[in-house]
């Protein structure tokens, strides 16, 4: 029982959590009491820091009649009986409804006929009597001193309930629901299908629409509802907050469906030839950037790609992906910055011969290089965005087709980093862009090709990171930024190419944005190191955000190893198995129903 320096708390008829703080009506309304951090005045009882177990009251301006209370991160507001709001703590975002200092003096927010409040991170809202939906701070729409109507000519009705998370704010009018705030975070919490943060109310929520929702609550990047006698909820689901049953990790590698030959892990993505030369595709779809010929934002399962047939080799970046066909370097995805090399600067490019070349393909964000060791084209060609020259040519700038960035025979292995890039020429290692964590061994940044002291037979560049492992005499060295480890077992960036360990039977590597994995031995044992916040390192660790320091292994079998941004997969000889683990809240992991919710789903009740 929470207890005020009086004795414990009585006659509560509202109660708010916030980040550090918590407030409550007690007293049947008569005062406001707050227990927890009081860093920024959230407790709102005058001048002098309270943070403590205790309550306290707040002090009110004058006697007031309380209904109800909402906690944001470091502030806190409060709805009288007459409808007043009065709002106290941080203030940095003007979540207090005005633009002044931080106080914890409750100040009037707005006055009138509130019915409800609610309040998030850096926000608070009141929905009047009325129907209508005033807000304060940042949310969604720009920083705003002074509350502001945002519900009206948004197709609602008189909002019957509202409810504010950490970064989203939702209403409904009974019929239809709409969202607004953060979604771009990859957790789908506006509820319409997207992963794009949204300024406005709207669209609807779907599948809610005509559902009768009487009641909706909010987390931190999710959202739930009661619809008629259902519970939906959608959004974030890392910690199993939605009620699936599921939770958007695969802690361990788990194999997906079908027989493969190639596999690659994008940035929230991942592409596969199966068995016989079509490719398949799942993860985040933004802007058609694995499934060109469909709208849906995700796909939790393998999903074929019309266009593509006889592949050998795939790569799949942030919003584009590319294929090594028998008719050349085959592009996909989203056209932006000329990444796909068609020619196109924008829109979903279906899939198409960028160059009639075909080797090796690497991706990066948004950028694309290709090798071919013997015929005509051959050498080392790139396409997309060249600042900084991560792709290799002298020039900076958009490239909208393949550019020759050496046509000389003998390259192989290409890699694209954020920043920079590698390949191999033969056993030499040859890397361009630039060098501010190392990857290019302190050579400082190149615009074309430098080669990198060395013997090498096998190279991976962190893809989404600015690290690179190569496999030399059966040693598997790594060099560049070491943040997570993922470059070595010692604390700081690595500038020289170094051993992981003493073994000498590593046969390839794949690197990650701050994982790296490898193959060794004769048994095709799968080890993994780095960051493993996501579980990306394939160990189901007690305290996820564990870095691995030396490889440890997860599995045997294996001939191939991709790693995206926080997935990775890998293919075992015997069946052309296909196994996955890491974060899918896209789906990247390709593992059905393991990931976040764009769209609400019902809540599954446990035994």
């Excluded at 860093?39 to 002098?48: E, I, R, S, V």
């Excluded at 370097?329 to 056209?335: E, L, Q």
């Excluded at 030399?472 to 470059?487: S, V």
Aim: net charge negative.
């Amino acid at each position: 029982m929470v207890a005020g320096p009086g004795g414990a708390l009585a006659g509560a008829i509202s109660l708010c959590a916030g980040a550090r703080h918590s407030c409550a009506v007690v007293d049947g309304g008569a005062r406001v009491a707050c227990w927890g951090s009081d860093a920024a005045g959230q407790l709102g009882d005058g001048p002098t820091d309270s943070s403590g177990r205790l309550a306290v009251s707040v002090s009110e301006p004058t006697p007031l009649t309380w209904s109800e209370v909402a906690c944001g991160a470091d502030h806190t507001c409060g709805r009288t009986t007459t409808g007043e709001v009065y709002c106290w703590g941080g203030n940095g975002v003007r979540q207090l409804g005005h633009d002044q200092p931080d106080t914890s003096a409750p100040t009037i927010a707005a006055v009138g006929d509130a019915a409800q409040v609610v309040a998030g991170e850096g926000y608070a809202c009141a929905r009047t009597s009325g129907g209508g939906v005033t807000c304060w701070g940042t949310i969604g729409p720009a920083v705003a001193s002074d509350p502001i109507e945002i519900a009206g000519g948004v197709g609602l009705g008189p909002v019957t309930q509202l409810s504010g998370g950490r970064t989203g704010l939702c209403a409904t009018d009974g019929t239809f629901t709409k969202c607004l705030g953060a979604a771009g975070d990859g957790h789908g919490a506006t509820g319409d299908g997207t992963f794009v943060d949204a300024t406005a109310l709207g669209p609807d929520v779907v599948g809610l629409t005509g559902a009768g929702v009487t009641a909706l609550a909010s987390g931190a990047s999710f959202h739930c509802a009661v619809a008629g006698t259902s519970l939906r909820c959608w959004g974030a689901n890392s910690d199993g907050q939605l009620g699936q049953g599921v939770v958007a990790t695969g802690a361990v590698p788990r194999q997906v469906p079908g027989a493969w030959t190639a596999v690659a892990a994008g940035q929230h993505a991942t592409c596969a030839v199966a068995v016989g030369g079509s490719v398949s595709c799942w993860g985040q779809n933004f802007r058609g950037g694995i499934v060109p010929a469909s709208s849906a934002p995700l796909f939790d399962q393998p999903t074929p790609v019309a266009g593509v047939a006889g592949a050998t080799a795939i790569a799949v970046g942030v919003d584009h992906a590319c294929a090594v066909t028998a008719s050349g370097t085959t592009c996909w995805g989203d056209g932006d910055l000329g990444r796909t090399g068609t020619g196109v600067t924008g829109g979903a490019v279906p899939p198409t011969v960028a160059w009639s070349g075909a080797g090796t393909v690497a991706v990066g964000d948004d950028a694309t290089v290709a090798t071919k060791s013997t015929g005509n084209p051959r050498g080392l060609y790139a396409w997309g965005d060249n600042t900084g020259n991560r792709i290799g040519l002298a020039t900076p700038g958009v490239v909208t087709t393949p550019a020759a960035v050496d046509a000389s025979t003998g390259w192989d292995d290409a890699g694209l980093g954020t920043n920079f890039g590698c390949a191999r020429k033969g056993t030499s290692l040859w890397c361009w862009g630039q060098d501010d964590r190392g990857q290019l061994t302190g050579l400082g940044p190149r615009s074309t090709p430098t080669a990198i002291a060395g013997t090498f037979a096998d190279v991976t560049v962190g893809a989404f990171g600015r690290h690179v492992c190569a496999v030399g005499a059966g040693r598997l060295l790594c060099w560049g930024a070491n943040d997570a480890h993922q470059a070595g077992p010692a604390a700081g960036d690595v500038a020289t190419p170094t051993a992981i360990d003493a073994r000498v039977d590593w046969s390839l590597a794949a690197a990650g944005r701050a994982t790296t994995c490898g193959v060794r031995g004769a048994t095709g044992e799968l080890a993994c190191w780095g960051a493993n916040d996501a579980h990306q390192a394939g160990v189901d660790l007690d305290a996820a955000s564990l870095e691995l320091t030396a490889p440890t292994a997860i599995g045997t079998g294996f001939t191939a190893v991709s790693l995206g941004w926080s997935h990775g997969c890998a293919i075992k000889a015997v069946g052309n198995e296909l196994w996955c683990w890491g974060e899918s809240r896209y789906g990247a992991a390709g593992l059905p129903g393991a990931r976040d919710a764009a769209t609400p789903q019902p809540v599954t009740l446990g035994p």
